[in-house]
């Protein structure tokens, strides 16, 4: 059996795991080291670090304070990894968490995140999504069940002090563009010392890398030593 | 940077392209199984400056769609330059539309595109000043037929249920 490297536990905050953070900063302490070549297993909380609920009410869509996301594994060092280098990651097997077969959807208030839709969508709402085995069907949306493309939202390596600087540059003038945009561009990259260990509650910033397609979710250039990401058994192609 | 520093989550059960209703996909807490390797100098070798990937060899194996169009004319009829955002937009309230004349509300339609296996696909950026994007809505994920016919739809979903919603305070 590959060894587990970040375990997560459902019945307790995500705030109380020290191998959970929520910012891309070159400061955040390596809580695992590894090898090339070798194969291990990481558990992840979801996005929210578990603020959304497996009830019918949205108020917690409504309410997330979304400073908070996203709560990230690691970080992992990989032993002679240097600027410049490819990563290569294989997925080799992904799964939801066997005593939480559920995940959620929502919409963000248009006062609280917005979204792509936020004019025609402008209040929070939630759908829940149960999962069997590879399918997925919801009470909040009958008359449709689907197989999942298991992926992960965000995968990628911390910027060294330079590129975080060019992000926050480039996102800073840019945010100056039009500071009350909804989708809200809330904040940049953090300057100050960086969510290390447990996410904090102040001071937050945005967290950049999305990954694409596979990966989902864009902004790329956020990954610093850029790298490959394979995707292996059921983790996509297409793509957040 | 020096030893990468490799971290990841945000694990999706299933997405549809875009991740449009922002909150996301359809999130969960899970696991992955990972292998590392390393590749010396990768990114110029490569000329690599965003990631690039290898899709699953496990995938959804949904054949049928029904394809929605939009063009870079907003809501309101306003004419954009080769703006796929605009064209994706007009895309997805075109799908979401559709869907409502089966009973479905509009939120359930916009869950809907935002976690099933929908594809999104930028067809054309060639006859200015209409960019031309696509949504790809697969029709064996509904329990009933979706196809348009000369009887006009049927209202399949009978109402009663909904997404939760929550006003603003």
């Given amino acids: 059996m590959p060894e587990t490297l970040i375990k997560i536990d459902l019945t307790k905050s995500a705030y109380e795991n020290d191998m959970i953070h929520n910012r891309w900063h070159p400061d955040v302490p390596m809580v695992a080291k590894v090898k090339p070549g070798d194969d291990f297993i990481i558990e992840t909380y979801d996005w929210t670090g578990g603020f959304i609920k497996n009830n019918d009410s949205a108020d917690d869509v409504r309410d997330i304070d979304l400073t908070t996301v996203h709560f990230l594994s690691g970080p992992i060092e990989v032993e002679g990894a240097e600027p410049g280098d490819l990563l290569v990651v294989d997925l080799l097997d992904v799964g939801p968490v066997k005593e939480s077969l559920w995940g959620f959807n929502g919409f963000f208030s248009k006062q609280n995140g917005g979204g792509f839709l936020t004019d025609h969508f402008p209040q929070a709402q939630k759908s829940i999504w149960d999962i069997s085995r590879l399918y997925t069907h919801s009470r909040h949306v009958p008359g449709v069940q689907f197989a999942g493309l298991i992926h992960p939202g965000l995968i990628g390596c911390l910027p060294d002090q330079k590129l975080l600087d060019a992000w926050n540059k480039r996102e800073v003038d840019f945010i100056a563009t ?59 192609s297409r793509s957040t | 940077m020096k030893g990468a520093g490799l971290s990841m989550g945000d694990l999706h059960f299933s997405q549809g392209d875009g991740e449009i209703t922002f909150c996301g996909a359809i999130e969960m807490a899970g696991w992955l199984h990972i292998k590392v390797g390393l590749i010396k100098d990768g990114v110029a070798k490569y000329g690599i400056r965003n990631p690039i990937f290898r899709p699953s060899p496990i995938t959804p194996n949904y054949k049928d769609y029904l394809i929605f169009e939009g063009i870079s004319v907003d809501e309101r009829g306003k004419q954009h330059y080769l703006d796929v955002h605009v064209a994706y937009r007009q895309a997805c309230l075109n799908a979401i539309e559709y869907l409502r004349k089966f009973g479905y509300s509009g939120a359930q339609s916009y869950s809907i595109l935002g976690v099933a296996p929908v594809e999104g696909h930028i067809s054309g950026v060639v006859d200015i000043p209409n960019a031309c994007a696509t949504l790809y809505l697969p029709t064996e994920i509904f329990d009933f037929d979706i196809m348009p016919n000369a009887a006009g739809p049927t209202r399949f979903i009978k109402g009663g249920v909904d997404l939760p919603l929550s006003p603003d305070k």
Avoid: K, Q
Avoid at chain 1, 185 to 192: L, M, V
Avoid at chain 1, 196 to 218: H, N, Q, V
Avoid at chain 1, 223 to 235: D, E, K, L, V
């Fill in chain 1, 178 to 236: 039009n500071p009350t945009r909804v989708p809200l561009w809330r904040t940049r990259h953090s300057r100050e010392p960086p969510m290390s260990g447990a996410p904090r509650a102040t001071p937050r910033r945005r967290s950049p890398a999305r990954a694409p397609a596979p990966c989902r979710r864009a902004s790329m250039a956020a990954i610093a030593t850029s790298r490959i990401c394979r995707a292996g058994r059921r983790s996509i």
